[in-house]
């Protein structure tokens, strides 16, 4: 009986977290298969569920949507340049830190580390004024290395932290035959740093295709910016097709989520959990 | 091999931070800004954001955290969905929530009206209403995240102080006061810390949510600096982020020494 109660406790806690985990969730869902009535109706399930939103998305056939398909093309662009910039610059800095030890090796993770405590939002102003100095507003290379920028730190930092645990007597054997540290890094480091690489990437890759605040700052032409932005154009009038939005949200939302559960495991924890344990 | 990362960080660091600062230099920027009801609001905002929501995120990260760390199945798989809020990217979720309390057609008065017979209110028109929104929906999208590392925190409680104090016949509570607390406090505390200043740059909580209205009054500092750059007031803009300076960066140096600390 008592072992009953406790269940019944847990059940107690479990179904609000629940709910308020996936409503907004479901409610995405839900205007996605609804028509535009249905959805302006508050009803918690459409009369006629239906798959038109997305052939409308695909087809492109409403104003918001006219670029549709070159706007998510941007995003995978702008996501899979900043996955592979941040990782070459992290890992070429990680293994100059953590394994040559070259002097300054120390300032400079202290430079990152900085970068990435202070809040983005705050870094955006300098940022934007800065991109135009450079001439690259409205060039999707402005969004990448901003992002870059923005990525790095936290990349060092978690392939160092991964570096330093690899044992000093692979780097002396290599060295005994005579290696290069170049030879060292390609033939000896990049392999043993396989799944931290892999992680890396995927988290440089998630922050710039979810990104909003650089995008919509840095970018403004119709055909330069990711879908992202897109969507936020949707509320520029006041009749918005909230359906459409819904389904397209829908569309760029799945593929972040989809490889964040496949990488989850790497994830969560990282650098957080390194700075904050006492 | 250390050279791409310090040129990024000179190019796009060091070169905008101390150009953005030399646009900042006018005491005319401040005067201003003071001088902005705007401003004034702004701040207020920010400071109810950061302490009410980081301490009900927390208290509520401290709580479940104790839930997910029964070993249950299916506990497991509810905190698999429990992530799905910090997985997914921001305006998707935001702009769902946004029309879940669109006064009319929302989802969440409509169900209010089938209840009660009675209007719901008019969430996002008004201020009060529309910056505690915002903090709600701030709070779902980063309480996860929080929740998962106090988690953490708590699975590397060594199990026999649990064995040993329920031997000693301690309540659940004492256990807590007792064992579990003293254990995590620190990562509490430096959570807390963490969280106030991301909380600090969230942008997309109140800009997607409300968009600052109605009237300029759900502001807070992340969104004020973007709304001079759209009205075109860089220096304006600047001079924001200069003011709070001297609040954010105690707050990364605290950060920093706590890292170099762990090494």
């Known amino acids: ?278 | 091999m250390i050279a791409p990362y310090v040129l990024v960080f000179l190019v796009f660091v060091v070169y905008p931070v101390t150009y953005g600062l030399w646009l900042a230099r006018h005491p005319q920027s401040y005067v201003t800004l003071f001088d902005d009801p705007v401003f004034f609001r702004t701040v207020v905002n920010t400071i109810v954001f950061l302490m009410v929501a980081v301490n009900v995120k927390f208290a509520l990260a401290l709580f479940l955290s104790g839930f997910f760390v029964h070993d249950r199945a299916w506990i497991r798989w509810l905190s698999v969905i429990f992530i799905i809020p910090w997985a997914v990217p921001a305006i998707p979720t935001i702009f769902s929530i946004r029309f879940m309390l669109n006064p009319e057609w929302g989802i969440i008065n409509s169900v209010w009206f089938r209840l009660t017979a009675l209007d719901g209110p008019n969430w996002l028109n008004d201020p009060t209403l529309g910056l505690t929104m915002a903090m709600v929906v701030h709070i779902w999208k980063a309480l996860p995240f929080w929740t998962l590392i106090l988690i953490a925190g708590r699975l590397a409680i060594p199990r026999e102080l649990y064995e040993a104090s329920s031997v000693d016949g301690a309540t659940s509570w004492q256990k807590f006061k007792y064992v579990t607390w003293p254990s995590i406090r620190t990562l509490y505390l430096s959570s807390t810390i963490l969280s106030m200043i991301w909380t600090l740059g969230d942008f997309n909580s109140v800009y997607l949510l409300t968009g600052g209205g109605p009237a300029d009054l759900t502001h807070v500092l992340a969104t004020l600096g973007i709304r001079y750059i759209r009205l075109d007031q860089v220096d304006q803009a600047m001079a924001t982020i200069v003011v709070a300076l001297p609040f954010v960066l105690p707050l990364v140096y605290f950060m920093m020494k706590r890292l170099s600390a762990n090494e």
């Open chain 1, 1 to 278: 009986m008592n072992k009953f109660l406790r269940e019944a406790k847990l059940w107690l806690i479990a179904i609000p977290i629940l709910l308020w985990t996936l409503l907004p969730i479901y409610h995405i869902f839900l205007f996605s298969i609804s028509s535009k009535d249905s959805a302006f109706s508050g009803a918690l399930w459409p009369d006629h569920p239906t798959l038109r939103n997305f052939g409308t998305v695909f087809r492109q056939e409403h104003f918001y949507l006219h670029h549709f398909w070159e706007q998510i093309w941007n995003s995978l662009w702008i996501a899979v340049a900043v996955g592979v910039i941040t990782l070459f610059i992290a890992t070429c800095a990680a293994f100059a830190i953590s394994r040559l030890k070259v002097r300054g090796g120390r300032t400079v993770m202290n430079a990152a580390l900085f970068t990435y405590f202070i809040p983005a939002a705050f870094l955006a102003v300098p940022m934007y004024k800065a991109m135009g100095t450079y001439g690259l507003l409205n060039s999707r290379w402005s969004l990448v290395l901003a992002m870059v920028t923005l990525a790095s730190p936290y990349a060092i930092w978690v392939l160092k932290q991964a570096s330093d645990k690899l044992p000093w007597e692979l780097d002396e054997a290599a060295r005994i035959d005579g290696a290069t540290p170049l030879q060292l890094f390609r033939l000896v480091y990049l392999p043993l740093m396989m799944p931290s690489l892999v992680a890396i990437g995927t988290y440089a890759l998630l922050l710039a295709w979810n990104e909003y605040l650089y995008a919509f700052l840095l970018l403004s032409h119709e055909n330069t910016i990711p879908l992202a932005v897109g969507l936020g154009h949707f509320l520029a009038s006041d009749d918005s097709p909230w359906e459409l939005l819904m389904a397209t949200a829908l569309i760029y939302a799945l593929p972040p989520a989809a490889i964040y559960y496949a990488f989850r495991r790497y994830m969560v924890g990282g650098l957080t959990v390194g700075a904050v344990k006492g």
